[in-house]
């Protein structure tokens, strides 16, 4: 399941499109995501971040309908970026792992729990969301092509938890995580990001 920790701003923001908003019995289990909404050009972006790899998700143009049933937006981009990320020359790992992130998106839950590093880290991406409208493209994405491609940008960026002792890429560690889910079972091998772009895979 997920566990969706929301920001105050966030919070109204779903509380006035009557998004159902239940809580979990027990809120330290399950997959854990921050979400916050800044205003961009008038126009309000949701910025939704995992705990553990800081990978975040970026949402332009969401209608009062999908702040309604975030949850059901929140799932379909999750499932869509794994996807993207680790589609596997093997269709038969590729959909044992969307299974598996399937597996971990039943069931959306909801609160107002904080943790600092992470909001640090949604305030840099924030940030950084900005520059690119204002400075760069002028204008926010319009096609969920831009908004991927935006998304990718801001994941490419090295990050450091507290508990760290280095900086890590999360995009890559994302990856690196989902794969994880697999590879145990099936024995899949967990393939270096650049490689697979590079379609240096055979």
Same mark, same amino acid.
Request: aromatic residues 10%; hydrophobic residues 40%; neutral net charge.
């Given at each position: 399941?997920? /566990?969706?920790?929301? +920001?105050?701003?966030?919070? &109204?923001?779903?509380?006035?499109?009557?998004?159902?908003?239940?809580?979990?019995?027990?809120?330290?289990? @399950?997959?854990?995501?921050?979400?916050?909404?800044?205003?961009?050009?008038?126009?309000?972006? =949701?910025?939704?971040?995992?705990?553990?790899?800081?990978?975040?998700?970026?949402?332009? !143009?969401?209608?009062?309908?999908?702040?309604?049933?975030?949850?059901?937006?929140?799932?379909? %981009?999750?499932?869509? &970026?794994?996807?993207?990320?680790?589609?596997?020359?093997?269709? !038969?790992?590729?959909?044992?792992?969307?299974?598996? =992130?399937?597996?971990?998106? +039943? @069931? =959306?839950?909801?609160?107002?729990?904080?943790? %600092?590093?992470? /909001?640090?880290?949604?305030? $840099?991406?924030?940030?950084?969301?900005?520059?690119? =409208?204002?400075? $760069?493209?002028? %204008?926010?994405?319009?096609?969920?092509?831009? &908004?991927? @491609?935006?998304?990718?940008?801001?994941?490419? +960026?090295?990050?450091? %938890? $507290? $508990?760290?002792?280095?900086?890590?890429?999360?995009?890559?560690?994302?990856? &690196?995580?989902?794969?994880?889910?697999?590879?145990? /079972?099936? @024995?899949?091998?967990?393939?270096?990001?650049?490689?697979?772009?590079?379609?240096?895979? +055979?």
């Amino acid at each position: 399941m997920i /566990q969706l920790h929301l +920001t105050k701003k966030f919070h &109204e923001d779903l509380t006035k499109a009557g998004c159902a908003m239940p809580e979990a019995d027990n809120k330290d289990e @399950g997959w854990h995501w921050y979400a916050h909404r800044i205003t961009l050009m008038r126009k309000k972006c =949701v910025i939704v971040m995992d705990e553990e790899c800081r990978y975040a998700l970026i949402f332009f !143009g969401l209608k009062k309908s999908d702040f309604a049933h975030f949850e059901q937006v929140l799932v379909s %981009r999750i499932t869509a &970026e794994a996807s993207w990320m680790c589609d596997l020359p093997n269709p !038969g790992a590729n959909e044992m792992l969307l299974e598996k =992130v399937r597996q971990k998106c +039943t @069931g =959306v839950f909801f609160d107002r729990k904080s943790n %600092r590093s992470v /909001q640090a880290h949604i305030r $840099q991406v924030a940030l950084e969301i900005e520059y690119f =409208v204002h400075f $760069q493209a002028e %204008r926010l994405p319009e096609l969920a092509e831009e &908004e991927f @491609g935006l998304g990718l940008k801001i994941n490419d +960026t090295y990050r450091k %938890r $507290q $508990q760290d002792k280095d900086y890590f890429v999360p995009i890559k560690r994302w990856r &690196e995580s989902l794969l994880a889910l697999i590879s145990a /079972q099936s @024995g899949a091998k967990i393939y270096n990001l650049d490689d697979f772009r590079k379609n240096e895979i +055979t």
